[in-house]
Nanobody
Framework: QVQLVESGGGLVQAGGSLRLSCVASGDTSGIGEMGWYRQVPGKQRELVAVQSRAPPYYADFAEGRFTLSRDIARNTVTLQMNSLKPEDSAVYYC?????????WGQGVQVTVSS
C-alpha cells in the first residue's frame, strides 16, 4: 500500500505563489508516474502536471506558470505555482501510478482571491 502525504496550499491573492509537496511512503516499489490533479465542486478532476521518466507534462493552463519537480529517490513531487489566478482555486490531489493502479492523496485546498 502507498500512502501519500500532501502539504502546502492555502489562501493567496491573485498573482501570488504557492508550493505543494507530496511524499509517497509505504510500498513505493513500481511507482511510475507522479503528479498533481485538481478538482472544483461539480466538475471532473483534471490533470495539472505529471511526470514519469520523461520531462513533465503540463495542462495548457499550467504551462508557463506551474513547475513540477520530482525526486525519484525520495519519492517526492512538488508543484510550484506562480502567477496564480482565481480560477486556479480548487482541491489539489497528489497522484501516483503503480502497476496496482492509481493512488491519491487526501487533497489540499488552494484558494486564490481576486
Amino acid at each position: 500500500q502507498v500512502q501519500l502525504v500532501e502539504s502546502g496550499g492555502g489562501l493567496v491573492q491573485a498573482g501570488g505563489s504557492l508550493r505543494l509537496s507530496c511524499v509517497a511512503s509505504g510500498d513505493t516499489s513500481g511507482i511510475g508516474e507522479m503528479g498533481w490533479y485538481r478538482q472544483v465542486p461539480g466538475k471532473q478532476r483534471e490533470l495539472v502536471a505529471v511526470q514519469s521518466r520523461a520531462p513533465p507534462y503540463y495542462a495548457d493552463f499550467a504551462e508557463g506558470r506551474f513547475t513540477l519537480s520530482r525526486d525519484i529517490a525520495r519519492n517526492t513531487v512538488t508543484l510550484q505555482m506562480n502567477s496564480l489566478k482565481p480560477e486556479d482555486s480548487a482541491v489539489y490531489y497528489c497522484n501516483v501510478k503503480r502497476n496496482t493502479g492509481d493512488h491519491w492523496g487526501q487533497g489540499v485546498q488552494v484558494t486564490v482571491s481576486s
